[in-house]
C-alpha cells in the first residue's frame, strides 16, 4: 500500500498566461486520473495550506519580503514581467498551491514516520532555502517539514535524514539548508553541466552521481545503483526528489532517459529503501513534458504492483 498526496489545489492554472512557463501546473490532476480504482493507493488530501507562519518560522527576513514582492515572485518564477497584473493574482494562483504542496509534504512526513511509504504528487521545491527562492521553487517543503516535525516532537534534533536527489538538476536549496546539518545525508543525481552551479551547495553532497548533457538511461541507472550502495544506515526517513524532467523529451533537463528507465529507477529507490527499513517520501519535483504524468503514474503502478 502506497500513500499518495494530493489535493485539487496543487494544481496551477493560469488561463492566457500559461505559456508563460513550461512547467504543467494541471499535471498533478492528471496523475490522479490515471490512479483511479487502483486499490494499493490510498489518496490523502492536506487539509489546509502550511500556515505563514511555518514559512515564517523557516526563512529569512530578505526572503520573508521577496515573497510578497511581485517582481521578485516573477523572477524566482522565470517569467517575464508583467505589468498591470497584480500580486494578489499571483498570490492565489501560484503561491497558495505551493503552500498546500508543502503541506502534503508534511503530512506525507508525518505518515512516513508512522511506517508508511508515500508519494506527494507536488513538492520536492529543491532549489528553495532559507536564504533563497529560486528556479521555479518559493519554499523548501523538505526544510519546513523537517522544521514541523522537530517542533511536533516527531523528529529529535540528532536523528538521521536521507535525500535522494534524482531530478536532473542539483538540490542547491536542499543543500544549503542543511548545509551544517551532518545528520542529514544527500545523495544528488545529477546533470553538473545544467543550472545551478554553485560550488559550495555541490560541494556539500554526500553522494554525488555527476552526469552530463546527453546522459542515456542505461548509464544514469548503472551509476545511480551504484551510489545506492554507498548509503549508510539509521535513517528514520528517506525523501526522494523524484523529478521526471531527466525524460528524453524534457526541454530542460538535458538528459535522455525513457519512461520506462524512470519506473526503473523509481522502482531501485523503492525496493533499496524498503531492504534499509527507512520510509519513503516520495516528491513531484521537476518535470516539464507532456510525458511527465503518465510516467509518474506509471511508475506509482510500479511499486505497488
Ligand atoms: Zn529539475
Known amino acids: 500500500m502506497l500513500q499518495i498526496f494530493y489535493s485539487e489545489h496543487y494544481n496551477i492554472d493560469l488561463g492566457l498566461l500559461n505559456y508563460l512557463h513550461p512547467f504543467d501546473g494541471t499535471k ?13 493507493v490510498d489518496i490523502r488530501s492536506p487539509s489546509a495550506p502550511v500556515s505563514h507562519e511555518a514559512i515564517h518560522d523557516f526563512v529569512d527576513d530578505l526572503v520573508r519580503i521577496q515573497l510578497n ?18 500580486f494578489s493574482y499571483l498570490a492565489k ?28 504528487l507536488a513538492g520536492g521545491y529543491h532549489h528553495a532555502s ?31 535524514i536521507l535525500i535522494i536527489d534524482v531530478d536532473a538538476h542539483h538540490g542547491n536549496g536542499n543543500a544549503q ?29 554526500n553522494i554525488p552521481v ?21 548509503l ?11 523529478g521526471t524532467d531527466v525524460l528524453d523529451s524534457d526541454p530542460i533537463g538535458g538528459m535522455r532517459l525513457t519512461p520506462g528507465d524512470v519506473v526503473a529507477r523509481e522502482t531501485l529507490t523503492f525496493n533499496k529503501l524498503k531492504s534499509m527499513g527507512v520510509p519513503a517520501v516520495f516528491l513531484g519535483a521537476g518535470g516539464y513534458s507532456k510525458l511527465s504524468a503518465s510516467t509518474i503514474a506509471a511508475a506509482i503502478k510500479g511499486l505497488v504492483r
Open 210 to 230: 555527476l552526469l552530463h548533457t546527453g546522459v542515456g538511461g542505461s548509464e544514469y541507472l548503472a551509476k545511480y545503483a551504484d551510489a545506492l550502495k554507498q
Open 130 to 160: 532559507q536564504q533563497s527562492a529560486e528556479g521555479f521553487c518559493l519554499y523548501n517543503d523538505i526544510g519546513i517539514a523537517h522544521q514541523e516535525l522537530l517542533k511536533a516532537g516527531l523528529l529529535k534534533a540528532h536523528d538521521k
Open 28 to 40: 498533478f490532476k492528471k496523475v490522479i486520473k490515471e490512479l483511479k480504482g487502483i486499490s494499493a
Open 177 to 205: 539548508t542543511f548545509m551544517h546539518n551532518a545528520d542529514v545525508t544527500l545523495l544528488d543525481v545529477y546533470n553538473q553541466d545544467n543550472y545551478p552551479r554553485t560550488a559550495a551547495t555541490r560541494g556539500r553532497v
Open 93 to 120: 494562483k501560484i503561491l497558495l498551491p505551493m503552500r498546500w504542496g508543502v503541506a502534503g509534504t508534511v503530512d506525507a512526513s508525518k505518515a512516513a514516520l508512522g511506517g508508511r511509504n508515500c508519494w506527494n
Open 69 to 86: 514582492d511581485k517582481k521578485t515572485v516573477l523572477r524566482i518564477l522565470e517569467v517575464p514581467q508583467i505589468p498591470l497584473l497584480p
Open 232 to 242: 549508510g544506515s539509521g535513517y528514520r526517513i528517506a525523501y526522494v526528489v523524484a
